[in-house]
Nanobody, 120 residues
Framework: VQLQASGGGLVQAGGSLRLSCVLS????????MGWFRQAPGKGREFVAA??????NYADSVKDRFAISKDAAKNTVYLQMNSLKPEDTAIYYC????????????????WGQGTLVTVSS
């Protein structure tokens, strides 16, 4: 299984970006998709995940970010609004079979990451 993330870029604080993650196969109902991020000098941090009928968000992005999917396109999105400088990081998409968990170690498949830079 391969994942391809895209959509990162440079945006001013308060702006928006939409990240995309294309999966090399169908997103089955048993597949959970997650977004994580890693800022310079920090560990990989959970952002959002969806699977089955469940969606989870990190507290730091709740009410600003939204995860969604287009099953026909094998694609998961992360809509990011009201961006802050502290959102600057490399964003990774990931997949696993099972629940949309928040621990990076629970995910088996990873995309290559896309850089999001938010200027103040």
């Amino acid at each position: 299984v391969q994942l391809q993330a895209s959509g990162g870029g440079l945006v001013q604080a308060g702006g928006s970006l939409r990240l995309s993650c294309v999966l090399s196969r169908r997103i089955y109902s048993s597949t959970a998709m997650g977004w994580f991020r890693q800022a310079p000098g920090k560990g990989r941090e959970f952002v959002a995940a969806m699977g089955g009928n469940r969606i989870n968000y990190a507290d730091s992005v709740k009410d600003r970010f939204a995860i969604s999917k287009d099953a026909a396109k094998n694609t998961v999105y992360l809509q990011m609004n009201s961006l802050k400088p502290e959102d600057t990081a490399i964003y990774y998409c990931a997949a696993r079979v099972g629940s949309p968990l928040a621990a990076a170690s629970d995910y088996d498949y990873w995309g290559q990451g896309t850089l999001v830079t938010v200027s103040s």
